[in-house]
């Protein structure tokens, strides 16, 4: 029976002489950015090399995920995901010219990462080895934008989630998975080459819809109503709250217009607001979301409009696993070195690895092989070694830890993670946040 080094290095070897492809593929993926739940063209290429590779493999999971499985010996399974889609930035020099969408978060790299462990495992024969198996996931609509287009999915009942893991978790796609993993490209100078993200805050999400009444601006302003008056005055409640938020907590809330009025003449009638409400618990969020709502109802008091507030389930809070954080860095060590780890720090961002976190044991680690802001203008790979391939060999270590020697790490994962939901009380929840609520004021 092969050691733990001999399998690693194997898989290290299967990986680098792809190199170049791996490198091909993450570049042509993001010269070819596609938004959450149109991500065909990704979900082909990655269907597409694993038919090359001769993995079993299952698509169209929640419209674009593509899964595959890897069987060794043994009933445990670990995941390795990528998430396919990009995001909205208009303004990035590679974004898309019809739709906006750019690759300025990284997930390219992570399908180049997900393939490359595909290329490793099987090209080194290791997975027969193993006690376990492992499912490789791509997973789409990570970001969460496009909300209209997402509700009609779901009006169409496409979907049910507007996340890409909440709807592969509803539709069972990790039913068979015990142990979830992941890599999240960065930009962030203050870590290490290679890291695992530390807690990190959930939202809900608000879609806010102000009611007035129109009438001429210069000649009758007295005969309406303005909405976007009353929308400032709820914004500047919600500000006014601020300084109620706990630091701990963490609670950002974020709010754009995104419908201020028709023409300049007209009061306005209708106006749009969306924003998050993130917090670093969901206690937080709730008391955080009440709120909001509190202060939007508040500015259709003041002007005596009418307030429609939707609140959709955004993503869980992000929970850590720290047997695997260990088991991570150990590894990190052994192929970078000491100075390439960066210890894992808080981060006020969300992502729907939160909501995996919930149901199972989960990391999220990651690389810094990019530069300039994350989601802005001036995002790109700097370093195709560390961006595209080292996460993939630190994952395919990693997974050799968890499941070889009758999957003794995993076990002990598995033991001393306490998920706080089973997935029928996640799906409960998650259901539960969806509301609507109207405040309209009472007739004079």
Request: hydrophobic share 45%; net charge negative; aromatic share 4%.
């Amino acid at each position: 029976m092969a050691s733990l080094a001999e399998l690693k290095a194997r898989v290290c070897q299967a990986i680098d002489a792809h190199r170049e492809e791996i490198i091909a593929l993450g570049e042509d993926i993001r010269l070819h950015p596609e938004l959450g739940f149109k991500e065909f063209r990704t979900a082909g290429i990655v269907a597409r090399e694993m038919a090359k590779l001769g993995i079993d493999h299952q698509t169209g999971l929640a419209v674009t995920g593509v899964k595959g499985l890897l069987r060794g010996r043994g009933d445990t399974t670990v995941a390795y995901l990528g998430e396919l889609d990009a995001i909205l930035v208009r303004d990035h020099p590679n974004a898309d010219p019809e739709t906006g969408a750019a690759h300025a978060c990284g997930h390219n790299a992570q399908i180049a990462n997900l393939l490359a462990l595909a290329y490793g495992l099987v090209e080194s024969g290791i997975v027969a080895e193993l006690d376990g198996s492992v499912a490789l996931m791509a997973v789409p609509a990570e970001e969460y934008v496009e909300v209209a287009y997402r509700r009609e999915l779901r009006r169409q009942g496409v979907i049910e989630f507007l996340g890409g893991k909440p709807e592969m978790i509803r539709l069972g796609a990790f039913d068979d998975v015990h142990i979830a993993m992941m890599t999240h490209q960065s930009s962030r100078l203050e870590m290490g080459l290679h890291s695992v993200a530390g807690p990190s805050n959930g939202c809900v999400v608000k879609l806010i819809r102000y009611e007035g009444r129109a009438a001429h601006a210069g000649g009758a302003p007295h005969q309406g109503i303005n909405a976007l008056k009353a929308a400032m005055i709820g914004l500047q409640a919600i500000d006014a709250n601020r300084e109620t938020f706990k630091d701990e907590d963490h609670i950002r809330v974020h709010p754009i217009i995104t419908k201020g009025g028709d023409v300049v003449n007209v009061i306005p009638a209708d106006v749009r607001l969306e924003t998050y409400v993130r917090g670093a618990s969901l206690e937080a969020i709730e008391s955080a979301a009440r709120k909001v709502d509190r202060a939007l109802k508040a500015g259709a008091m003041a002007l005596g409009a009418t307030v429609h507030i939707e609140t959709l389930p955004g993503y869980m809070p992000r929970l850590v696993a720290q047997d695997l954080v260990d088991l991570y860095r150990a590894n990190v060590v052994a192929l970078a070195g000491e100075e390439a780890w960066g210890e894992p720090h808080f981060g006020a961002g969300s992502t729907d690895m939160g909501d995996v976190s919930h149901i199972m044991p989960s990391m999220e680690a990651q690389a810094r092989g990019c530069t300039g802001t994350g989601h802005g203008a001036d995002y790109q790979i700097s370093d195709p070694e560390v961006a595209y391939i080292a996460p993939a060999k630190l994952a395919a270590m990693t997974i050799i830890d968890l499941l070889a020697n009758g999957a003794a790490e995993a076990k002990r994962v598995l033991e001393r993670y306490q998920a706080p939901m089973t997935k029928e009380q996640y799906l409960a929840y998650m259901r539960a946040l969806a509301r609507e609520v109207t405040w309209s004021a009472p007739e004079e």
